[in-house]
């Protein structure tokens, strides 16, 4: 199984560094079979208990080690490079978490980015943001992991092959983001 998930990494790796070097111009959302992000979940359907964040230590996780070691390799293989910003979400900056931007900032068009975070965050912050997001045309998804907020795809600078801009994974005491749903499966902190 361990594998098969490598693989799929590896896969999302190669799909990911493709779209940014193709540079996306078009923000035209398609649906495709992993579920329209303007959907919302079934009903009755919710999220299950995600595992413990006590399990990470925020200050062990870097930009370096959120991603794996291949992901990284493709990265800084092209010249790219990263910068570790504070995560913020709309006005609420979460103190112990990084926000990492992977891209060529030598490049004077610097349009190749790639956005991933992780943060703690308190069951009182995770849904107050969440409804602060919803309320601002973002669009949440009930998620076997947590729940997906995600940006509404007609207004994404970039969207991935099911139609995902920009998504946040609340999971249970912490939140993952990155510029599309697909970019979450290649942060992997345990």
């Not at 009755?44 to 595992?51: K, L």
Request: with cysteine; glycine share 8%.
């Amino acid at each position: 199984m361990r594998s098969n998930l490598s693989h799929r990494k590896r896969t999302a790796v190669a799909v990911l560094i493709a779209a940014v070097v193709a540079v996306t111009t078009a923000c035209t959302p398609t649906s495709g079979p992993g579920g329209d992000p303007s959907g919302a979940a079934a009903p009755g359907a919710s999220a299950s208990t995600p595992s413990s964040a006590a399990t990470i230590v925020p200050e062990d996780v870097t930009c370096e080690n959120m991603l794996s070691s291949d992901t990284i390799d493709t990265f800084t293989s092209t010249g790219w490079t990263v910068r570790e910003d504070p995560f913020v979400i709309l006005d609420l900056e979460l103190p112990k978490g990084i926000s990492c931007t992977w891209g060529d900032f030598a490049s004077p068009t610097n349009d190749d980015l790639v956005l991933f975070g992780w943060s703690p965050i308190s069951e009182a912050d995770a849904s107050a943001t969440q409804a602060a997001l919803q309320a601002e045309g973002w669009i949440r998804k009930d998620d076997p992991r947590g729940v997906l907020i995600t940006e509404d795809p007609a207004g994404a600078l970039r969207v991935d092959d099911e139609g995902y801009g920009m998504t946040y994974l609340f999971r249970n005491g912490w939140v993952e983001v990155s510029d599309t749903r697909q970019g979450l499966d290649l942060i992997d902190l345990g």
